[in-house]
């Protein structure tokens, strides 16, 4: 990969290197082994998250070298510059119309994805629920047996190359609309509740000592959070802001198929 990734890269620093075969083809290699799953954008280590910026570069690269076109599957017509993956019984993924996977995002075997939307460049790996109108961002990382609930908004991150994308570990559970965007890294098994908006910027506050422990763009594993506000002071007066609170830890009792409501019970809260 390292020739590979060498080319990529001095195209992207020079694009009148694409004009050459060699540059093109090193781009079109490193999406189609994207789709493959051969590479990704990112990739745990031992020590943390690692983010291949070349891969985002590739992909950056891709759409100027694509060109509009029409595509038909079905009844359904398309005009993009991105094809639609194919082969998906082989792959062994259920995609249920009119759920819409890109070429050059990788599902693992046993994804489903109902009528949501998965964009190049992200990974979803096996067993996880892609639910309704759940949509998947640009090179944002999706655990093995994660459940995205009806409308849940992953962002994706493609610009700067360098920057993390957001990262959902295994077996999370994500309520109803929430939204996690801008790079926010998601722990094992933590619990996500409805309409929770999880940003760069947005505080995450523990509550479960007797004083509250802020966070930013880290929500640990196993961890259950719920929407909540904080006062804070305008010009105008005194206003409440959103945040997030983490107010328990997911019993070991409960399960990855367990409900949400089954898990916020555990802590006396609905949303």
């Not at 031992?46 to 070349?54: E, L, N």
Request: aromatic share 6%.
């Amino acid at each position: 990969m390292t020739a590979l990734a060498d080319r990529v890269h001095a195209a992207y620093l020079d694009r009148a290197l694409l004009k050459e075969r060699a540059y093109a083809d090193a781009v079109l290699e490193t999406i189609a082994a994207l789709d493959r799953g051969t590479v990704r954008v990112a990739e745990p280590t031992d020590a943390g998250w690692q983010v291949h910026s070349w891969v985002k570069e590739a992909i950056l690269l891709y759409f100027g070298l694509r060109t509009m076109a029409v595509h038909e599957v079905g009844p359904f017509e398309f005009h993009d510059k991105i094809p639609l993956k194919r082969d998906l019984a082989s792959q062994q993924v259920r995609v249920v119309p009119p759920g819409v996977a890109r070429y050059g995002s990788h599902l693992e075997p046993g994804v489903v994805l109902m009528p949501g939307y998965v964009n190049i460049g992200a990974r979803v790996g096996s067993g996880t629920m892609v639910d309704t109108w759940a949509t998947v961002g640009s090179c944002a990382q999706i655990g093995a047996g994660v459940h995205l609930s009806g409308g849940v908004g992953i962002g994706g991150v493609l610009e700067p190359p360098g920057a993390k994308p957001v990262i959902i570990e295994d077996g999370a559970f994500v309520g109803s609309r929430a939204i996690v965007v801008e790079g926010v890294h998601i722990g094992r098994e933590a619990v996500i509740g409805a309409n929770v908006v999880l940003t760069a910027s947005t505080k995450i506050i523990d509550v479960r000592g007797a004083s509250p422990i802020e966070l930013q763009g880290h929500v640990p594993p196993r961890s259950v959070v719920i929407p909540g506000t904080r006062p804070k002071r305008f010009p105008a007066g005194e206003f409440g802001v959103p945040c997030a609170l983490i107010i328990g830890e997911r019993k070991a009792s409960t399960d990855r198929k367990t409900s949400l409501e089954g898990a916020l019970r555990d802590f006396g809260v609905a949303v």
